[in-house]
């Protein structure tokens, strides 16, 4: 939807007047990096600091523009453009998010950035899901493996099992806001799991599909 690009652009150039208009305010060294246990262990300029994020997010939403028109397979994204122009939107919500965690957090609201990330990924994970149980094979979004892209039974297969464990994972991370120094286990050991897994089962399932062939 094309709307929703625009509201993502937008949201893009409100990081940017937020960034500006706090540059005053900011410390000559920003904490951008934080720990395990949440707290501030990297730092860069406030020019950094402030417009780093915004300048990222407007190259990413650039590229996921391109991606439908670029993928040699194209027409197997229109099939589920709306739930990706979805994803792309909920995407840079998150970005504007961290980059208002790192003005908070600059102008002397200390809190625990991975107690506060944690839900906002779970979020982003779960709508990870919502998008690849809807994809259909392509090259740029969903469980690309040599397997998955060699077969569209394995690619409905592996997306779909995705799909949901992205939901499950996103679900864990949600109690990353309880969990104090583990949350960053709940948000990334999941995620490492269930990708591995679905490597290893998209696999299987290719082997199994080429069995039944002979």
């Known amino acids: 939807m094309i709307s929703s690009r625009w509201l993502a652009f937008g949201l893009i150039i409100l990081?940017?007047?937020l960034g500006a208009?706090?540059?005053p305010s900011m410390p000559d060294r920003m904490a951008t990096h934080w720990g395990l246990k949440g707290?501030?262990?990297?730092?860069?300029?406030?020019a950094a600091g402030l417009?780093?994020?915004p300048v990222l997010s407007l190259i990413l939403l650039g590229f996921f523009v391109a991606i439908p028109y670029i993928d040699p397979l194209k027409q197997n994204i229109k099939r589920f453009i709306g739930?990706?122009?979805?994803?792309?939107?909920?995407?840079?919500?998150?970005?504007?998010y961290l980059h208002l965690l790192t003005i908070l957090y600059n102008l002397g609201y200390l809190f625990n950035m991975t107690e506060l990330l944690s839900p906002a990924l779970g979020l982003l994970y779960y709508f990870v899901g919502v998008l690849i149980g809807k994809s259909k094979k392509n090259w740029f979004i969903g469980i690309r493996t040599p397997w998955t892209l060699s077969s569209d039974f394995v690619w409905e297969k592996t997306n779909g099992l995705g799909g949901k464990l992205f939901k499950i994972a996103g679900v864990i991370s949600l109690l990353g806001i309880f969990s104090g120094n583990y949350a960053l286990i709940l948000v990334i050991v999941p995620m490492i799991v269930f990708s591995a897994y679905l490597?290893?089962?998209?696999?299987?399932?290719?082997?199994?599909?080429?069995?039944?062939?002979h």
């Open 21 to 23: 208009y706090e540059y």
């Open 51 to 53: 417009f780093m994020l």
């Open 199 to 213: 490597v290893v089962y998209s696999f299987l399932e290719y082997r199994k599909e080429a069995a039944k062939a």
């Open 83 to 96: 739930y990706y122009d979805g994803f792309v939107l909920v995407f840079t919500v998150f970005l504007l």
């Open 39 to 46: 707290e501030a262990n990297g730092y860069a300029s406030k």
């Open 15 to 17: 990081s940017f007047v």
